[in-house]
């Protein structure tokens, strides 16, 4: 008990800076809760939107489609393998796509465009593209020879809600495959490539349109949570009807998105770095400061029978306390902030062309996890501790009578 | 039989390529209960001799035993337990912990004693009344005046019952009628325990109080002058 009353009151003994120190301690902690906090939540939007608009969490693919997708490559038995995933546990929601190339021809202009074939009732629920419509309405149920285009891709064609359209590809036999789909909607996502080159059909067109003679080329699986897509990928790929085919998660089918979260993962670590650094120097340099003052009575203590080792236990006590102060009052500080701008957002502006790409609002709004929470302050305790130690343990190899004479 | 006895001791300074001799050959017994002052000149070897005595440095040739503990033979943690146990210190300044009361600083020692709470309280509060600090137990060292900051290093120094209390230049920052009141309550904490009281100085009325003086001279005994009651 003794010990800790000595560590408090020495930490007030020069209170200015003291106070300096566990602010810098408040600040960076509190400031690690918030960026952790808004990191996390803009990579889970990101994630979120890109699984959303085209991907999903999970595919089903034959082999070899990702990487060169050929109308042959088909899942043949799709309907079966759908409902044993939908029984899964994690699983949000399933649904079959397909999709080929074909040429698009308006009244006046033709270009090529993707055509898939959807399931529309199912696309409501995990898809944001019905969302996204600006002009007219997404696809039905039941809905024959209608189509929904992107906006990019209807002006280059020059139709618009009502204009007929032609489209010739080829069948998944190579025959020739036409038909005339009326425009019943127009989206737009925002991200220009998508909004480009993509029309939605309903799958029961494609597929006689195509002859896909009940083949699909997609499964595309949504878990209820981003962590569950490996679990649930290696649930479906220990299913007998998955044999010969490929399961693929979001990031292996798009690796740029990826990639784009871990570069600016690692931006913010530099920076985190740096400030975990800056925390570490105001420690130590408030340790030393400390030591050096003190050598006369760290010589009294250890003449009067004060054994080295109790003198850095206090000293880290010392450090412990202001570290705690610090830390408790900058994940307070940290959490509130976060919680407001979680509450408000925080505007992006024009800024993030990164996000543009992968279709992000440009309102961010940060979460609070008990990661994001609970990371930023660890590192600071556990490299507070240690650069404390450091200056401690310099008075294991004190002799006394050195440190009488200051 | 003495409580402390110093045979044939010397003590070698290195300072880069100098060696300085502060103590040569340097032979003293001490007997239970005396209050004996080392004089002598600045640079003398005083403070060198007290520190060996007290087991705080070591001596490079020779021996010093404390109350038949030979120092050369025990570690740095057993002397330190033996500081703990058999010793009390009074040095010139920066005695207490400034961040603590005149009461908590006498406590201290007897946390590292592990005394018990209740007697703790109990030996403070009176040592404390003796030393004459009856209204100051709560005040911080800042807030005494250095012969109150004196007293209770003395109090600290004593209220663990040593046997031996090392005092060095205790009076060099307190003017002559402090200083005197300050002798005069070691000389009856002296008398009334049976405490053995070792001083360094150079002050003229510390050696009128001494029972007995040793004179050090460029690191040797160069006098040793008992009073007779
Ligand atoms: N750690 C040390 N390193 C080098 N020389 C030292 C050291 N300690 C003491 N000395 C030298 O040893 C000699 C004796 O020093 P000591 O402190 O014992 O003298 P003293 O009699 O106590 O003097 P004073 O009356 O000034 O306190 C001095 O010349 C001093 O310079
Ligand atoms: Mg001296």
Redesign the interface.
Known sequence: MGDYLLAWRNIWRNPRRSVLTILAIVFASGLLVFMLSFQFGAYEDMIDSSVRLSTGHLQIQAKGYQNRPEMHKVIKNPDRLLGKVAALDGVDAVTVRSEAFALAAGARRSRGIMVSGVRPDVERRISSLPGQIRKGRYLRDGDVNVAVIGALGAERLQIDIGDECTLIGQGRDGSVAATVVRIAGIFKTGIDEFDRTTMQIPLSDFNSIFSMEGGAHRIVITTKALADDRPVAAAVRMMGEASGLTVLTWDEMTPGLRQSIELDLIGGIIMYVILVIVVAFSILNTFFMAIFERTREFGVLMAIGTKPFRLVKIMLLESLAMTCVGLLTGMILGTAVTLLFSYYGIGMGESSELMAQYGIADRLYPRLSPLSIIIGPAIISVVTFITALIPALKIVHMRPVAALRG | MSIVEVEEVSKIYHQGKMTFKALDDVSLAVDKGEFIALAGPSGSGKTTLL?LV?G??LPDSGKVVLDGNDYSKMGD?QR??L???R???V?QS???????TAA?NV???L??QNVEKAERIERVQSILDEVGLQEKHNSRPDELSGGQQQRVAVA?AIVSNPAVVLADEPTANLDSKTGEKLLEMMRVMNEKRQVTFIFATHDKMVMDFARRIVSLHDGKVAGDQKKDE
């Not at chain 2, 920066?94 to 603590?100: E, G, H, Q, R």
């Open positions: 520190n007290g705080l440095d943690g330190a337990d500081r703990l146990e010793l009390g210190f040095f920066y005695n207490l912990i400034p961040v603590l908590e406590e201290y020692i946390r590292l600290r």
